[in-house]
């Protein structure tokens, strides 16, 4: 593995500097400071317990409709409780042509990297 490589990972970013597939909360906040749209795939009574404001809120069983919400050029961010249920969205949107990432830890590992969170 070469330095290239290593750095790419270390800004969530694959072998062949496409978006990987999971990143940390540090590389999660970064990317949506950068640009990237952030969903929360989360149901709604966790939602309205906490969210990111930024994020748009699409639960996990309507995730084939959030490209009508979402920026087709833009990379994405999954979040969730976790990183279990934003892994299953990001691989479902990214079956769906958009560059789709789930934030590993989710709304913990959001907050610890200093993610805002509107109660």
Known sequence: MSLRDILGR???RADDGSLAVTVDGPTAVQLVRDGASLLDV???AEWTSG?????VHVPLGGVADAPRRLTRDAPVVVMCASGMRS?????QLRALGLQATSLSGGMGAWQAAGGAVRR
């Open 10 to 12: 270390l800004v969530g």
């Open 42 to 44: 989360r149901e709604r």
């Open 51 to 55: 969210h990111a404001p930024q994020a």
């Open 87 to 91: 892994r299953t969205a990001a691989k």
